[in-house]
């Protein structure tokens, strides 16, 4: 192996006096090395905006929702919010009600998503944790407080202690057209969350949504937050049906499962994209080294001759492929990894500098660019990258090996 080692390095060594060669060899290793580094770098944003979606987005919203068919609302819900919290899968069970309207103070009007929760229970969660205390005071003492969304609030230009009427339509039996209900509330603060929600929801008492909506039974429904948020649909799915009440069904694939899809989409495109560049990089293996046959097919024969074997040629030849390959993965990772850890740093004091924001909160759910480093991403990208590269050294070992000492030496 020793001799392999050798023969390997000083054919690599010796392959640099010719400067085409030399080109072909470098512009492997660079294609490799980059190849790796975007692909970690990009594999750990799309980590990154994973993580930010579970731990904010999903902590947040309602994981899942069971709501009653019927206007009167849940039955018993107390004893069912203690079934269903026996679950494996299920964390915190809440009751709820849900209001769609139109929101107005003076002329000014915006149509809002306003979710009913017991103060007490609410105050708690996690959702509360982008709410301030003193919001949280004023909630859960005031029956006809209302926290909005911080866009819902700057559009209608409101002040703490403001009140806002909430029109909300009224359904009838025979669809005639009525006044719309009203309900007074009192602004008593914002969250701020990011994206579409900070411009369309918003939270009230139970009690009072109960009271306006006629819910005899106390709650609209329930809202659950899970322990495996990615598996929703099914575990709500197996909640809903053995509930004895007739329900809808509902999980928060359906209302933000998009952003999930989108996200998984962009990882596939990126991972088959750049492994595919790391494929062409290699191929500047396999034209390098046929070269570097080519140009040492009488020191192959030489070699040969002197007692070499076929095997060891072959060898000789893709460990010196292996070698580059090895190189571009190193350096590649490295940087990608030290990059992967700081990208969001050195975003944040670029945009600093500038003035300027590469992601807006208005649009997106985060206002900066989130990473995840995952070892087993960096593991597998480089673990490929040296397959590819061993194989793109077949070729021209085999080819080398299968020369002729009489032929190559004549």
Same mark, same amino acid.
């Given at each position: 192996?020793?001799?392999?080692?050798?023969?390997?390095?000083?054919?690599?060594?010796?392959?640099?006096?010719?400067?085409?060669?030399?080109?072909?060899?470098?512009?492997?290793?660079?294609?490799?090395?980059?190849?790796?580094?975007?692909?970690?770098?990009?594999?750990?944003?799309?980590?990154?905006?994973?993580?930010?979606?579970?731990?904010?987005?999903?902590?947040?919203?309602?994981?899942? =929702?069971?709501?009653?068919?019927?206007?009167?609302?849940?039955?018993?819900?107390?004893?069912?919010?203690?079934? /269903?919290?026996?679950?494996?899968?299920?964390?915190?069970?809440?009751?709820?009600?849900?209001?769609?309207?139109?929101?107005?103070?003076?002329?000014?009007?915006?149509?809002? =998503?306003?979710?009913?929760?017991?103060?007490?229970?609410?105050?708690?969660?996690?959702?509360?944790?982008?709410?301030?205390?003193?919001?949280?005071?004023?909630?859960?003492?005031?029956?006809?407080?209302?926290?909005?969304?911080?866009?819902?609030?700057?559009?209608?230009?409101?002040?703490?202690?403001?009140?806002?009427?909430?029109?909300?339509?009224?359904?009838?039996?025979?669809?005639?057209?009525?006044?719309?209900?009203?309900?007074?509330?009192?602004?008593?603060?914002?969250?701020?969350?990011?994206?579409?929600?900070?411009?369309?929801?918003?939270?009230?008492?139970?009690?009072?949504?109960?009271?306006?909506?006629?819910?005899?039974?106390?709650?609209?429904?329930?809202?659950?937050?899970?322990?495996?948020? /990615?598996?929703?649909?099914?575990?709500?799915?197996?909640?809903?049906?053995?509930?004895?009440?007739?329900?809808?069904?509902?999980?928060?694939?359906?209302?933000?499962?998009?952003?999930y899809q989108d996200i998984q989409l962009v990882r596939l495109i990126v991972y088959i994209a750049l492994v595919l560049v790391i494929a062409v990089a290699c191929f500047n293996i396999v034209s390098g080294l046929v070269m570097t046959v080519a140009e040492k097919k009488s020191s192959i024969g030489i070699l040969m001759t002197m007692g070499l074997s076929a095997n060891k040629v072959r060898m000789t030849f893709m460990l010196q492929g292996l070698l580059n390959g090895c190189i571009g993965v190193a350096v590649g990772t490295a940087?990608?990894?030290?990059?992967?850890?700081?990208?969001?740093?050195?975003?944040?004091?670029?945009?600093?500098?500038?003035?300027?924001?590469?992601?807006?909160?208005?649009?997106?759910?985060?206002?900066?660019?989130?990473?995840?480093?995952?070892?087993?991403?960096?593991?597998?990208?480089?673990?490929?990258?040296?397959?590819?590269?061993?194989?793109?050294?077949?070729?021209?070992?085999?080819?080398?090996?299968?020369?002729?000492?009489?032929?190559?030496?004549?």
């Amino acid at each position: 192996m020793s001799l392999v080692w050798q023969l390997a390095t000083r054919f690599r060594r010796a392959k640099q006096a010719n400067g085409f060669v030399s080109f072909i060899s470098a512009s492997s290793t660079f294609g490799i090395g980059l190849g790796c580094f975007v692909l970690i770098l990009l594999l750990s944003v799309m980590n990154g905006f994973q993580r930010e979606l579970e731990q904010r987005l999903l902590a947040f919203i309602p994981h899942g =929702e069971l709501y009653a068919v019927s206007s009167q609302g849940i039955e018993n819900w107390p004893q069912a919010i203690e079934r /269903f919290s026996q679950h494996n899968s299920v964390e915190k069970v809440q009751p709820y009600a849900k209001l769609t309207g139109m929101l107005q103070k003076a002329r000014q009007m915006k149509a809002v =998503e306003l979710t009913a929760l017991e103060p007490d229970i609410a105050s708690s969660d996690a959702l509360f944790d982008y709410i301030d205390d003193e919001v949280k005071q004023r909630y859960t003492t005031d029956k006809d407080a209302v926290i909005l969304g911080k866009s819902i609030a700057e559009q209608l230009k409101l002040e703490v202690g403001d009140t806002v009427q909430l029109l909300i339509p009224t359904v009838t039996d025979d669809l005639t057209f009525v006044a719309p209900q009203t309900i007074w509330l009192t602004y008593v603060g914002s969250f701020s969350l990011g994206g579409e929600l900070d411009n369309r929801v918003g939270f009230m008492p139970l009690k009072t949504a109960v009271e306006k909506l006629n819910i005899s039974h106390g709650a609209q429904g329930l809202r659950f937050q899970l322990s495996t948020p /990615f598996q929703a649909r099914q575990v709500m799915r197996e909640l809903g049906y053995s509930f004895e009440q007739a329900v809808y069904i509902s999980d928060w694939t359906r209302t933000q499962g998009h952003l999930y899809q989108d996200i998984q989409l962009v990882r596939l495109i990126v991972y088959i994209a750049l492994v595919l560049v790391i494929a062409v990089a290699c191929f500047n293996i396999v034209s390098g080294l046929v070269m570097t046959v080519a140009e040492k097919k009488s020191s192959i024969g030489i070699l040969m001759t002197m007692g070499l074997s076929a095997n060891k040629v072959r060898m000789t030849f893709m460990l010196q492929g292996l070698l580059n390959g090895c190189i571009g993965v190193a350096v590649g990772t490295a940087v990608g990894v030290i990059t992967a850890l700081n990208l969001t740093d050195w975003i944040t004091s670029i945009e600093r500098l500038l003035g300027v924001s590469l992601l807006s909160g208005d649009i997106y759910f985060v206002n900066f660019l989130p990473t995840e480093l995952h070892w087993q991403d960096v593991m597998i990208t480089a673990v490929i990258a040296l397959i590819l590269s061993l194989i793109s050294t077949l070729y021209p070992a085999n080819k080398a090996a299968k020369l002729s000492p009489a032929k190559a030496l004549s």
